[in-house]
């Protein structure tokens, strides 16, 4: 008896529900208090006035765009335009991912390194002095050997250009002509041999003439024969220890212990005793 009466309410409820929902989606109420044919002439006139705008717009799409002036997107109008445009971001950090290989290229620090390294082989000593502790105290001895070279291309290039005296370009062909003079100073005639017989077609008269692409690579084996050279001679005072401890051990049948346990620390010895860092750093500085 009391489901008949559930059924009907819910029925009349859902009825209710749809009615509402076409209420809803019908057109929306009207303002009673305007009359009807003023409200039928503002939809007309709305209907006449809505496709102008859109013939505006295809209008608009259709006229082309004003004509850039030529050389205004330019990397160069950009950089002149101001410091802190991307184009001088970019350069900027382009020479920076660039300036370690200059550095390690066109400077003492490639012989330096190979003499550390050699003498931290010759020791014994797999990371005692670190890596980082040699590139500091090779950066550090480059920057004492090319400080009249700094001197010579800030005077020449980097003053005037400040100044605005003169261009970049200039200032970059006069900052070169000092550090290739220094490295010609120590570059091999078989080096620049090589390199000028493979990347250049006529033979030039002096070696002032040789471009710079020549010299730098030439420049850098010079450096590395002159490190090695200085390396192995290095070696030869730690290798006499090494044998002599080698054969007293194996002498005395001492063939438990490795010879190099006991040699490492004799080695290290010696080379405090003698004051090693300072004669090895007189003789590097004295070899330019």
């Keep these: 008896?009391?489901?008949?009466?559930?059924?009907?309410?819910?029925?009349?409820?859902?009825?209710?529900?749809?009615?509402?929902?076409?209420?809803?989606?019908?057109?929306?109420?009207?303002?009673?208090?305007?009359?009807?044919?003023v409200r039928h002439a503002s939809l007309k006139a709305k209907?006449?006035?809505?496709?102008?705008?859109?013939?505006?717009?295809?209008?608009?799409?259709?006229?082309?765009?004003?004509?850039?002036?030529?050389?205004?997107?330019?990397?160069?109008?950009?950089?002149?335009?101001?410091?802190?445009?991307?184009?001088?971001?970019v350069l900027g950090l382009t020479l920076l991912t660039l300036l370690p290989a200059l550095l390690l290229s066109m400077t003492p620090m490639v012989r330096l390194l190979v003499v550390f390294h050699f003498l931290r082989q010759a020791l014994g000593t797999q990371t005692a002095p670190s890596n980082q502790i040699l590139m500091g105290l090779s950066l550090m001895m480059t920057w004492f050997l090319m400080a009249p070279v700094l001197t010579q291309v800030e005077a020449d290039a980097t003053t005037p250009y400040?100044?605005?005296?003169?261009?970049?370009?200039?200032?970059?062909?006069?900052?070169?002509?000092?550090?290739?003079a220094y490295m010609l100073r120590y570059a091999r005639e078989k080096d620049l041999a090589v390199f000028a017989a493979a990347g250049m077609a006529s033979r030039p008269e002096t070696r002032a003439d040789l471009p710079i692409?020549?010299?730098?690579?030439?420049?850098?084996?010079?450096?590395?024969?002159?490190?090695?050279?200085?390396?192995?001679?290095?070696?030869?005072?730690?290798?006499?220890?090494?044998?002599?401890?080698?054969?007293?051990?194996?002498?005395?049948?001492?063939?438990?212990?490795?010879?190099?346990?006991?040699?490492?620390p004799v080695k290290i010895l010696l080379f405090v005793m003698v004051d090693g860092w300072n004669l090895l750093a007189d003789r590097l500085l004295h070899s330019f």
């Design 1 to 37: 008896m009391t489901v008949a009466p559930l059924k009907r309410i819910v029925r009349l409820t859902l009825g209710l529900l749809l009615l509402l929902v076409a209420v809803a989606r019908a057109e929306p109420a009207q303002d009673p208090a305007i009359p009807r044919d």
């Design 47 to 89: 209907a006449k006035e809505a496709p102008v705008p859109v013939k505006r717009a295809a209008v608009a799409a259709r006229t082309p765009a004003p004509a850039q002036p030529a050389g205004k997107d330019t990397i160069a109008a950009a950089l002149d335009a101001g410091g802190s445009s991307p184009w001088a971001i």
């Design 162 to 180: 400040r100044q605005g005296s003169i261009t970049g370009e200039v200032a970059v062909e006069r900052g070169i002509v000092p550090v290739k």
């Design 213 to 264: 692409q020549v010299v730098v690579p030439a420049y850098m084996l010079s450096e590395l024969k002159a490190g090695f050279q200085i390396g192995a001679v290095l070696f030869l005072p730690f290798l006499l220890v090494d044998l002599v401890v080698a054969s007293v051990t194996t002498s005395i049948g001492m063939l438990q212990l490795p010879p190099v346990v006991i040699s490492t």
